[in-house]
């Protein structure tokens, strides 16, 4: 199987490349994760991040064939050669596949992704009703790997200001969780031209994320909310 | 060599859930705390944990704390310590109202109350009836839980050296332990952070093995950090083998399966538990289940064409139960295996899992170490919790949802005492230098450059050799030969060089540190192993098949500098309650 992968150390190189390599052996039902672990064998100076290999820990996002995913459960023999791996478009590269995440992660910062409660704490726990904990499902389960914000146009111009779809899901994640206080001041941070409305429904995110998650649609309940909210 | 130097008050390796705990609860006293991580928090490996979370809520079934501490002590096969494990089920219900209250996104109860499932190992009135203690997020609870305590790690302000690699512990003359010298992995420069205390939270070594449910990232930095520093490492011949990762892949299938209904079946279809564990069947603690697959396998009962697996059955709860409580399971078994455990059984054999054993600490999260007449001194600044701690309170044998429990209790336990010893200890003390020399050294040594075996050539060596020889079942002449095997594994390393010398995100010389470290724990491991001759827990030995309290009823220490093993007692008095005497187990 034929690969071509992107390579930029800017510690030897002058500018980016594209290496090409081959894997003679390609297992029945392997992932990408274990081709590039394949390909780092033949040359070890080829760097990406992975740890779980089970798409629950989201460090490997990897820009595959032009569409964002998670590699350890990409399966190889569903891509089409040569299968072109390079970085997340839109964020710094330090080497070959591995980005910069700390603009993103700032995002996720900035929406306050923790629950917020004004009331003194019940001995036992807070009652939710089994209803009120599914409005999370769908939400609660992002494991930040970047692939939806790393693929949104909106996020691209403006990664500085824009919370991108991840950051924004999180906060409805909150917002919709029947023990968060907060809405008034999550809303507030929310609203102005950069924030919320900066999304134009392109819904990349809902398009590459490996999680099957939507924050397009989270971020539409978000903008219900506001309207409902400011009336 | 002018290392730059940070100083923070308190300082934690590992962003799992362990040492978020404790970061948590260090900020919130406003000490000044710095936590170290070789990978983003949220990719640390506490987000893999499933199943759930052990405390005696009785959301469900009529529980309490003291039925739980019996289960605990029955399934460590009697080498837990029985303090710690009074101390740990006593915390229980507080920690989980605790993380409720942090957000975490418990599924829940018609009530509104925590969802709880029942699990292997877990009983009412000492030995009764099924007991339903472990609080769940779907199968999702350790990302659930590792999220949150990072999410409130963001609102305390913590101080995150994300992607740091930490070489080696840094002390002074008198043995305190000041900190540790650490590596920028984005640019491969050297940092020294020192504090008044160290918490050691690095977690597991799973990458000890070939098929594991274990990440990449387990490769036990922090036990081979303290073995190189001299401390011994406690009871490391328990290796625990979860009964149902999935065959000949290792990813993990909950024991959640199996709570919510899910049983095991041989290829004549049939319930083969029962033979084993006539009374809980398939929620007999993990050893008794994983040996059970194994003899399955071994007398020719295992089903597919090699006749090496057997069936995990779900097929039978409906896509409902399924759905709602099992939907990470399913996603994995759909992704991997292209099965939908609704309508298919799962392929499953007992998988590389859990270390029991680890730094010895005591239940204030405190490394402890023999030293003159005492079997348990204190090394000052110095804690471990989690899974690389050994308090002990798994023993031999840990039960699921008693690690993500055990995290947490001694997380907190280890940060209060932080507290007590900071305002003890208010002012750094000077490291010796040549202390950070030759951690130094050990960060410098890849530099060299010429041509030698690789890396993942040796690891991949070291990780068969300890499937062949320190596995589910094992017997004297296998382990010795393990221990020759090891040992000539081990010579190697020093002529192993790195082809990649770039300083920017160098994984190939993180993969070369991390290959030192599983090392150091393999011989441990190893060693602890063959020196024990009965059967306990996790440790099955074809040659010795029968716990032997007379003899063994002790905790291993085993030390890397001059290669020897010495013991120490089991705690056996609990804080306030009965010692629970050992007896025979059966489930």
Known sequence: MRFKIYRYNPDVDEEPYMQEFVLEHVKPGMMLREALMELKNQDETLSFRHSCGEGVCGSDGVNINGLNGLACITPVAELTEPVEIRPFPGVPVIRDLVVDMSGFYKQYRSVKPFLIRYDPEPEAENLQSPEERDKLDGLYECILCGCCSTACPSFWWNPDKFPGPSALLQSWRFLADSRDQAMEERLDALDGPYKLFRCHTIMNCAYVCPKGLNPTKAIGHIKALMLKHSV | ?587
Not at chain 2, 59 to 79: A, E, F, I, Q, R
Not at chain 2, 89 to 100: D, T
Not at chain 2, 177 to 196: Q, R, S
Not at chain 2, 307 to 328: E, Q, T
Request: contains cysteine; neutral net charge; hydrophobic residues 40%.
């Open chain 2, 1 to 587: 060599m002018n290392i730059p130097v940070r100083r923070f008050d308190t300082l934690i390796l590992g962003a799992g859930g362990g040492g978020l705990r404790a970061a948590l609860q260090l900020a919130r006293a406003d000490a000044h705390v710095a936590v170290v991580s070789k990978v983003f928090p949220t990719r640390s490996h506490t987000v893999a944990a499933q199943g759930g979370v052990n405390a005696a809520l009785a959301n469900v079934t009529p529980d309490n704390w003291h039925w739980h501490m019996y289960d605990t002590v029955k399934g460590s096969d009697y080498l837990g310590d029985q303090d710690a494990i009074e101390y740990m089920c006593r915390a229980a219900a507080h920690l989980v109202y605790e993380l409720e209250h942090a957000g975490v996104p418990f599924s829940r109860l018609e009530s509104g109350r925590i969802y709880q499932r029942p699990f292997g190992g877990q009983s009412r009135e000492f030995g009764g009836a099924q007991a339903t203690r472990t609080c769940a997020a779907a199968d999702r609870t350790g990302h659930a839980i590792l999220h949150t305590l990072y999410q409130q790690n963001i609102r305390a302000r913590t101080h995150f050296f994300d992607e740091y690699f930490a070489i080696d512990l840094i002390h002074d003359d008198e043995g305190a332990v000041l900190g540790v010298l650490t590596m920028d992995i984005a640019t491969g420069e050297p940092l020294v952070i020192e504090a008044k205390t160290t918490l050691i939270a690095t977690g597991g070594c799973g990458q000890l093995y070939r098929t594991t449910t274990n990440a990449h990232i387990n490769t036990g930095d922090g036990m081979a950090m303290a073995l190189r520093a001299g401390i011994p490492l406690q009871d490391m011949e328990f290796f625990q083998f979860h009964p149902t990762g999935i065959a000949g892949k290792g990813m993990l299938i909950t024991e959640g399966a199996r709570g919510e209904g899910g049983y095991l079946v041989n290829k004549d279809g049939e319930r083969f538990m029962e033979r084993y564990a006539p009374n809980v069947k398939d929620l007999a603690s993990r050893d008794v289940v994983s040996r059970a697959i194994s003899i399955e396998v071994r007398e020719g009962r295992g089903c597919g064409p090699n006749a090496d697996h057997v069936m995990l059955k779900l097929d039978h709860l409906g896509s409902d139960i399924v759905a709602k409580r099992l939907p990470g399971i399913r996603d994995t078994c759909k992704t991997f295996m292209h099965l939908d455990p609704v309508d298919t059984p799962i392929p499953v054999f007992p998988t590389a899992h859990y270390a029991m054993g680890g730094i010895p600490t005591d239940r204030f999260g405190r490394v402890v170490m023999p030293s003159g007449d005492s079997p348990e001194e204190v090394i000052p600044g110095l804690y471990a919790a989690g899974e690389c701690a050994c308090v002990s309170v798994h023993g031999a044998n840990r039960l699921g949802g008693n690690s993500l429990l055990d995290i947490l209790v001694f997380g907190r336990a280890a940060a209060n005492d932080i507290l007590g010893f900071l305002k003890n200890n208010r002012y750094h003390r000077p490291p010796n230098q040549a202390c950070i020399d030759k951690a130094y050294e050990r960060f410098a040594r890849w530099e060299k450059r010429g041509d030698g075996e690789s890396v993942q050539a040796v690891r991949a060596d070291l990780k068969k050799a300890m499937e062949d020889h320190c596995g589910v079942f094992r017997t004297e002449k296998i382990m010795q030969e393990g221990i020759d095997v090891i040992k000539a594994i081990r010579a190697r390393i020093p002529d192993v060089r790195l082809q990649d010398q770039s300083k920017v995100f160098n994984t190939a010389r993180v993969e070369a540190l991390e290959l030192e470290n599983l090392a150091d724990i393999a011989i441990a491991t190893m060693r602890s192993a063959e020196a024990r001759q009965e059967s306990r827990g996790a440790h099955s030995r074809i040659d010795y098949p029968d716990r032997d309290d007379a003899h063994w009823m002790k905790h291993s220490l085993y030390t890397l500098q001059d290669d020897s093993l010495d013991y120490k007692p089991v705690r056996t008095k609990p804080m306030s309650v009965e010692t629970f005497p050992p007896k025979k187990r059966v489930y």
